[in-house]
């Protein structure tokens, strides 16, 4: 069996940053505690391969580990920081697509406790043209009327446009839950000092 440990102290020791001595003094560390947490569960009747398997994911994703020795030596990589940022705006790109995708449910059931017409209808002050009252109507020909049949396509075209978003914003979340456990990303490689000029710019 590979020593999944030390294929996971090997990807630490791929982005660890700073003097050497600190570098080594981080991974022994590391190593201690890994094979300490391995050694307790194995004495629970867990087999070696998954014991360390278990220590290494209570311990974290590789590349956040090498981020937060960085940080505390004060070594921000242009590559790291970098990742760090598209990371934490694929994380807040896919929330905010997700909530989208939500809010096709909320409306949904407001309309059901109220009506289309409340929810999705036209403003009164609309003055649909001829084409776009022929075009409504041939959709939905049970329609009483132009505002009605108006009413019921953007009913149809708004909930599917907010689930196919939210869909997005699932799919990217995936995605970037994949990729950090593959340690090709981390989320703590960004300078503390940035995070109020990040947040305050998005803001």
Excluded: K
Excluded at 1 to 14: C, F, G, K, P, Q
Excluded at 27 to 55: F, K, N, P
Excluded at 124 to 135: F, G, I, N, V
Excluded at 165 to 189: D, E, K, P, T
Aim: proline share 4%; aromatic share 8%; with cysteine.
């Amino acid at each position: 069996m590979n020593d999944l440990i030390d294929e996971y102290l090997e990807l630490i020791a791929r982005d660890l940053q700073g003097p050497a001595m600190q570098a080594h003094h981080t991974l022994l560390e590391t190593e201690d505690h890994l094979r300490s947490a391995a050694a307790d569960l194995m004495r629970q009747g867990i087999s070696e391969e998954d014991a360390q398997i278990m220590a290494i994911s209570q311990f974290g994703v590789a590349g956040d580990v090498a981020a937060g020795h960085n940080s505390e030596v004060g070594i921000f990589t242009f590559g790291a920081t970098l990742r760090s940022l598209f990371a934490a705006l694929l994380q807040l790109v896919s929330l905010g697509f997700m909530v989208v995708g939500a809010s096709a449910v909320i409306a949904y059931v407001a309309s059901i406790l109220t009506s289309t017409q409340t929810v999705f209808g036209l403003p009164p002050s609309a003055l649909p043209t001829a084409s776009q009252c022929s075009y409504w109507l041939s959709i939905h020909p049970t329609a009483a009327n132009c505002q009605q049949a108006g009413t019921w396509e953007a009913a149809n075209d708004s909930i599917w446009l907010l689930v196919f978003v939210g869909l997005v914003g699932a799919f990217l979340y995936v995605a970037l839950r994949r990729l950090r456990r593959s340690n090709r990303i981390s989320l703590n490689a960004i300078p503390p000092m940035l995070i109020p000029v990040i947040a305050g710019s998005i803001f």
